[in-house]
């Protein structure tokens, strides 16, 4: 079955930096979309970012912007997310995503969380101000 394993995730002093990694299994990864979430105690689950399945277009929330960055390895069936400039507002659970129906460039689906099917237990992220 679909498996999504994320880590990375940790206690960080606001302005640093993680790298979380997520590997996939039981799929054919190269032809998957991928997306990053995250969920925060009290809030909904929110977008982060996302990749095309072969990485030439990312997807990134406003809030984000400039700060993280997502890249995948197909060889290796992993997806990543860099995070430098680390705010307080950024802790959370951060969960990674499968989506077995790429949506088309530039589509807005990119940015749903109903458009993915398989997720991830989740990796803790906390910042500390």
């Known amino acids: 079955q679909v498996q999504l394993v994320e880590s990375g995730g940790g206690l960080v002093q606001a302005g640093g930096s993680l790298r979380l990694s997520c590997v996939a299994s039981?799929?054919?990864?190269?032809?998957?979309?991928m997306g990053w979430f995250r969920q925060a105690p009290g809030k909904e689950r929110e977008f982060v970012a996302a990749?095309?399945?072969?990485?030439?277009?990312?997807y990134d929330a406003d809030s984000v912007k400039g700060r993280f960055t997502i890249s995948r390895d197909n060889a290796k069936n992993m997806v990543h997310l860099q995070m430098n400039s680390l705010k307080p507002e950024d802790t959370a659970v951060y969960y990674c995503a499968a989506d077995p129906t790429p949506p088309p460039y530039g589509s807005s689906r990119y940015y749903a969380r109903n458009e993915y099917r398989y997720w991830g237990q989740g990796t803790q992220v906390t910042v500390a101000s």
């Open positions: 039981g799929l054919t990864f190269s032809t998957y979309a």
């Open positions: 990749t095309s399945v072969r990485g030439a277009s990312t």
